[in-house]
């Protein structure tokens, strides 16, 4: 059974921003190079001083040094078109890159929680002045980043997702920096190890998000707060001429970029105008109501031809 297929984009994007990309990308690289600066001072800190805090923060901090080089990678890779290999781009290399990050914080979580309660019962001696130095160093190091990153454009997602993470590394090192302080005033060694599990509960927390959020996109999942539903309800009421839409698909390449694809059948009869304008309707609710840039979308010439493909006899479902 023949049938037609449309497909584009679901609505011109204007990209007025060179300046303010090139900007977000030197306020990115130099945030990741700072960062990375302070963590390998934290980590010969903490291994001089033999301060555990100061290891698991130096770890929280490479948290935030990749992800900051991975929103660097993401507005540089943004910019670099599609090719005829990779149709959708190279976005995705930030999911990927992300996903692989947040698995290997884990095995950092398991170290940093082994040490500290070997330490809690067999404490060790620390060089509390070493200790306060460098935390203090770390703690105003995050205050130049995220001061850096601040004032970004507000639908900058990924400098946003950047600041959150350097808010995270600067809680880390005000608790390092109150471990010192306990270590040295008041002689407890056993706010070292404390703290250090502090700091990896951050560390696991961001990494758990993280590798939630990147696997779902990673198996294409349906974006937070798609109905699909919703949406196969709301676009077979977005024109007259729609019989019924089913076989909808919404998913995303890159967080923030939604793609979709469904088949609508219209009205028997419906002439090559009925088609345009349908398609404009649809592609317009997509567009505005869920943020999907690109759609396509197939129309059946009565009951759906893809029965083996996920569709009934009828077309009635949602995928």
């Known amino acids: 059974m023949a049938h037609d297929h449309a497909h584009s984009h679901a609505r011109p ?25 302070m963590l390998v001072l934290e980590a010969a800190g903490g291994l001089v001083s033999g301060s555990l805090a100061l290891l698991a923060d130096a770890g929280h901090m490479l948290v935030d040094a ?41 095995a950092l979580v398991g170290f940093i929680l082994y040490e500290a309660v070997q330490r809690l019962f067999s404490p060790e001696p ?7 130095v460098v935390a203090v160093l770390g703690l105003v190091a995050n205050l130049v980043v995220l001061r850096t990153l601040h004032g970004h454009d507000p639908d900058d997602v990924n400098v946003a997702g950047a600041s959150l993470h350097v808010l995270g590394d600067l809680l880390g090192s005000v608790g390092a920096v109150l471990a ?47 109905d ?16 019924d839409i089913h076989h909808v698909h919404v998913w995303q390449v890159t967080a923030g970029s939604r793609m979709a694809t469904l088949h609508a059948e219209l009205a028997p009869g419906a ?25 396509t979308v197939q129309f059946d010439p009565g009951p759906c031809p893809d029965e083996g493909e996920g569709c009934a006899k009828g077309g009635r479902h949602v995928h």
């Open 13 to 37: 994007h204007r990209h007025d921003h060179g300046h303010v990309a090139g900007s977000s990308e030197k306020k990115l690289l130099f945030a990741f190079v700072l960062t990375l600066l």
């Open 66 to 106: 990749l992800a900051l080089l991975l929103a660097f990678l993401g507005a540089r890779f943004a910019a670099r078109p599609a090719d005829a290999r990779r149709t959708y781009g190279y976005g995705r290399i930030e999911v990927l890159a992300g996903f692989v990050n947040a698995l290997t914080q884990f």
């Open 126 to 132: 620390i060089l509390s002045g070493v200790m306060l």
């Open 180 to 226: 010192a302080l306990a270590v040295r005033w008041l002689d407890w060694n056993w706010a070292d190890p404390v703290l250090s599990i502090l700091v990896s509960l951050l560390i696991l927390r961001s990494a758990w998000s993280l590798v939630r959020r990147s696997g779902h996109i990673l198996l294409e999942g349906t974006p937070e707060g798609v």
């Open 228 to 243: 699909l539903a919703v949406v196969q309800r709301e676009l077979h009421a977005a024109d007259a001429g729609i019989v």
């Open 271 to 295: 002439e090559q105008a009925d088609q345009a304008r349908v398609l404009a309707a649809i592609k317009r609710m997509l567009s505005d109501r869920w943020r999907v840039e690109h759609a």
